[in-house]
């Protein structure tokens, strides 16, 4: 398979800074109305995010708030999660999943029913508690090379291709995370340092592209949200339109599977997945792997963006819940041989 191993997998160096307490101080404001991120170092303009749409976060932050009082109130055990290094703010749909799902966040890995990695990096180092389990912490590494390396191995098919040798239209792409600056090239052509190359998925009918964001939990394939953009724009940020679907409306059995398998080569216990299907193809191609996925998207519906911060509290307080289990069972005696 064309995995590209002509070219060498550029270094995304892992980032130092560590938020405080208080998580406005994760951000660094800007005379010009911009905001940069200290973890990633991101810098978004109000070109990347509209005073509408931060409205309409704060409007769902608020509503989140009132839903998570009355799950408080509600009685139910709540499960002591510890994330580490960081703890998720509130623009993190991990943030939002916890929070109605009713658990407690702890700083004490020791006083943890269950012990997340999260941080907001391309290449991390997850921490290592003896003798426990911690969720994500086999996502060590989600450039774009390695996305689309690991789909070639787990699909049988190519994603990703050196640039030198290629003929045709491909994708370069910045391999950190969060960067949306691909675009369209023409190939043969040398390759870029901190570039990486994929084939050139058209996922669109003509006009609009399609992105099927899925939501990824305890490494099974959830939800989609289906995010269409001008054809010719197909690299904004910003959506035309989001909608909430199941996965069988979208996906095949077979498509399912893979990317359950998927999920699992890249040990993806929770964040999403960006999949285009190809026109001409129609085979399934995952071009991004999040696991640190913010939102929800601003421009769900109401009733979408219910369903699915139901759902996804739902489902990561199973995965929780049975990772707490798991976590107390006393190990199997074996006997003695004699």
Known sequence: MADGSAMETPVVPVAKYRPGLNWFSDLHFHWDASVTVRKTGIRITLKELTAGELS?????????????????????????VCFMPDRPRPWYVVWSAATLAGVRFVRDPNRADAIFYFEDVTVGCPPRVPGRQVLNAGVTDISKTTVARAFG??????????????????VEKSEANGTHDGRIVECPTAPR????????????????????????????????LVKTKPAGDRFSIHNETVQLFPLEQIFSPPERDLIERYACEMQL?????????????????????????????????????????????????????????????PPTAFPRSI
């Open 56 to 80: 309409k976060f704060f409007g769902y932050f608020g509503v989140l708030l009132v839903q998570a009082a009355g799950v408080r109130l509600a009685g139910r055990r709540r499960y002591r």
């Open 153 to 170: 191995n787990v699909a049988g098919y190519d994603l990703l291709i050196d640039p030198a040798t290629h003929q045709g239209r491909a």
């Open 193 to 224: 340092p901190g570039k990486s190359y994929q084939l050139f998925i058209d996922s669109s009918d003509g006009k609009t592209a399609f992105d099927y964001r899925t939501t990824i939990i305890d490494r099974k394939p959830r939800f989609v």
């Open 269 to 329: 216990d929770w964040g999403a997945l960006d999949i285009l299907r190809d026109r001409q193809s129609q085979q399934i191609y995952v071009v991004d792997v999040n696991k640190t996925d913010t939102g929800p998207a601003v421009d769900l519906s109401l009733k979408d963006r219910e369903i699915l911060k139901r759902e996804t509290a739902r489902a990561f307080r199973q995965m929780v819940q049975e990772h707490a289990l798991r976590q107390e069972q």
